[in-house]
Structure formats: C-alpha cells, structure tokens
C-alpha cells in the first residue's frame, strides 16, 4: 500500500496501449462491499480468498494487460506460483517513510494499515515482494518515470 501500484500501473497501461486492471476493484465489484466491509464482517482470511479467486479469474482470462495487486496478494499461498506462470510481476519497492507520506493519515479503507506497525508488515512482506521478476525503487520518482522504466525493461 501506498508504493503507487495504482497510480503507476495506469501510466503503464496508457504507454503500452493495454487494458489495465486494478485487483481491489475487482475484489469490490465482485462482493458488492468495500475492502474495509470485508475484513469487519468477514475477516482478513475471507478477503484473502475473494481476492485469489478474483487473481485467478483475471489471469485464467487470457490477454495482455497490466494488473495491480494489492500489497498483501503475494502472501497468499499458491498467489506467487500462479503469478510466476501468468505474468511478469514487477514490485514497486518503496521506502517506509515514502509510504508514510503518501498514505499521511488513512482514509480508512487500508485495513491493515490503522493501528498496526506499519515498518513490521511491511517486512514480513519483503520476501514475498522480493520474489518479483524486476524490482523497481520508486523513492523520488513519479508514476510517469516509473511506467517508463517497467516498460523498457520488460517486454510489453
């Protein structure tokens, strides 16, 4: 959250001339709640298997296009291995104070963002993040710099 998977993945979308995709939506449209409504009256694991199923359908769909996940996909088990047979996953890597700033004070709708250790998720997470075909920093750089840099390195 808060590494410009959104802002960015749009950019690429309109510099490669694909459809662009963003997974939270999906999840939205799919379940008719909010991520935030998910996780109150049905729990993280719940969520966490609306969005794989949502991954799934996506990826299984066939096409080029450019996919945003959210930043806890990747922990979810089989995500990584069907992400690593379908796409080029790219991580946006993104410093904790550039995430801090850019989230500021949560709107709400990052669940796991309020109350928690903001630097401790975000660790438990690299492993997984790190997994990625292209790692991209993003300190410093703005969404049109990093679509550029993704697609002259990555064959779209």
């Known amino acids: 959250m808060g590494s410009g998977k959104t802002t960015v993945g749009r950019e690429l979308s309109a510099l490669a001339g694909l459809p662009f995709i963003d997974l939270d939506e999906r999840i939205r449209q799919v379940s008719g709640c909010s991520i935030p409504e998910i996780f109150a009256s049905e729990g993280e694991a719940r969520f966490r298997k609306i969005e794989f199923d949502c991954l799934k359908d996506i990826l299984e769909g066939g096409g080029s296009l450019v996919l945003s996940l959210g930043g806890g996909t990747v922990t979810i088990p089989g995500a990584l291995e069907l992400l690593g047979q379908k796409s080029a996953l790219v991580y946006l890597e993104a410093s904790p104070q550039t995430i ?57």
């Open 100 to 156: 801090l700033s850019r989230l500021g004070d949560s709107d709400g709708s990052r669940p796991l963002f309020r109350g928690g250790d903001f630097a401790a998720l975000l660790e438990s997470r690299r492993p997984f993040y790190e997994q990625a075909r292209l790692i991209i920093p993003v300190d410093g750089k703005n969404a049109c710099e990093v679509a550029k840099e993704i697609k002259s390195k990555i064959p779209i």
